[in-house]
């Protein structure tokens, strides 16, 4: 690992290129000159109040140039960040909380109307005493807490940059995934060290994204596959120029094998890439097969995969330094358990599902991926998510929630579903219930599907 200022390498690769376009932060272009520029001025600002190595720092905002500089900045200065966007499920004073904060930054609008609030923490827990001891900066990610309290992921943030010392080619993308994702952070890493173009948002909405992808000639889209789900179902390749998209990445989520039929048919001539990481130990280089399927080539430097008794195990060369709240999920190889269900073909692999998604019918297993898979595929079927619920008989049903594109009798979409479900599955994974859900109601703030109660967040 090399000794210079942390990410010191990617901050000169910014000064390379001073007047090339950076962000475009919701229309108005922003140079890498100006990038660095914020750059300075958040470590001026920072210096002021005291803030250095070994501090941890809760940064909330959603993405603008300015919070990146600032996040630039508390690397550059051995600090741990912990990044919050203003939608997130984790409270922020739970943040606070189990990171051990000393400051906590609201970012607004620029530097000039950020708020700086010392919390009178210390870090003292061993991990991050230990980043602090070797200078090193953090990243503390949460995961969402959807099955248990959520767990804090500290990463060393100099690790976590050090693949992209290899500079990938230069892209205009859209910033999809949230800063407080891990995916989120790796999209900005890899776009600036190519020295790219982030386009911006204002909402993650079908229109506003359509929109931006035209204005600014977007060439890579990196989504999930519920907003895919979206995407496909709206027609907006009919209002919109989508010409200039190369290439979309999706992840995070199982991809229905419906939705993706839809984009080769929609885009013949894109890229359609499936992605895979996990906070813990990052993102993998991955390949998709080129039949159509969703089986994947996953690997690249850094990273060995098993499977053992059909999960997927890995072990990661940058793999977090574990969890601030949680006992180390590392097994003594080194390898982490992704809770994923995988089936393989070769060399490819493909996700089946979180075994805590997992329905179990007497014993008899259903991923719910499967059965919305078939349900999608029915006309006038907008979304759909499918769960589990409590039985005293099979220890569990399986239960979909369905939106419409357009009103439908509840006992004629009940009959069009399960018939569909009970000519392509078995007995046991044919829903013994089917509800109407609003769209909106089944997918979460992060875009990913939401199976459970109409309460329950995903």
Not at 226 to 248: C, K, M, P, Q, T
């Amino acid at each position: 690992m090399t000794t210079e200022t942390p990410l010191q390498f990617l901050i000169d690769r910014l000064a390379e290129a001073p007047e090339r376009v950076a962000f475009a932060d919701r229309g108005r272009p922003y140079t890498y000159g100006t990038l660095l520029a914020d750059v300075a001025a958040a470590d001026a600002a920072l210096g002021r109040r005291g803030i250095g190595p070994g501090d941890c720092v809760v940064l909330v905002g959603d993405y603008s140039p300015g919070i990146v500089g600032l996040l630039l900045a508390l690397a550059r200065r051995g600090c741990v960040v912990a990044p919050l966007t203003p939608a997130s499920v984790i409270e922020r004073e739970a943040v606070v909380r189990l990171s051990e904060a000393s400051w906590v930054i609201a970012f607004g609008g620029s530097l000039a109307d950020a708020t700086f609030e010392p919390t009178g923490r210390r870090a003292e827990h061993p991990l991050l005493r230990g980043l602090a001891a070797r200078g090193a900066p953090g990243l503390l990610l949460f995961s969402s807490g959807s099955t248990g309290a959520p767990k804090a992921i500290l990463h060393d943030l100099a690790r976590v940059a050090e693949k992209f010392r290899r500079r990938p080619p230069p892209m205009v993308a859209i910033a999809f995934l949230m800063l407080d994702h891990f995916g989120g952070v790796n999209t900005i890493l890899s776009i600036a060290s190519g020295l790219g173009t982030v386009v911006t948002v204002a909402d993650r909405s079908v229109e506003t994204v359509c929109r931006a992808i035209e204005a600014h000639r977007v060439e890579v889209l990196p989504a999930t596959p519920s907003f895919l789900n979206l995407l496909v179902r709206a027609g907006a390749e009919r209002a919109h120029d989508l010409g200039s998209l190369r290439r979309i990445t999706y992840g995070t989520e199982v991809m229905p094998q419906a939705t993706l039929d839809r984009l080769r048919a929609l885009f013949p001539s894109l890229t359609l890439q499936q992605t895979y990481g996990l906070s813990e130990v990052g993102v993998l280089r991955s390949r998709s097969r080129e039949d159509g399927s969703l089986f994947m080539r996953l690997g690249g430097d850094g990273f060995e995969l098993q499977v053992r008794d059909g999960r997927l195990w890995i072990r990661s060369a940058y793999a977090m330094e574990g969890y601030l709240n949680a006992p180390s999920p590392f097994d003594a190889e080194g390898f982490f358990d992704t809770q994923d269900r995988v089936e393989q073909d070769g060399e490819w692999l493909r996700v089946l599902g979180r075994v805590t998604d997992l329905i179990n019918v007497a014993g008899q297993k259903v991923y719910p991926a499967e059965v919305e898979e078939i349900i999608l595929d029915l006309d006038n079927v907008a979304d759909v998510a499918v769960h589990g619920e409590r039985n005293a008989l099979l220890g569990q049903v399986v239960v979909a929630r369905v939106a419409t594109r357009d009103p439908e009798p509840l006992a004629a979409l009940r009959a069009r579903v399960r018939a569909a479900c009970a000519a392509r599955l078995a007995p046991f994974k044919v829903p013994q219930k089917v509800l109407l859900a609003p769209p909106g109601e089944l997918v979460s703030t992060r875009l990913k599907k939401r199976r459970g109660p109409a309460a329950k967040e995903a």
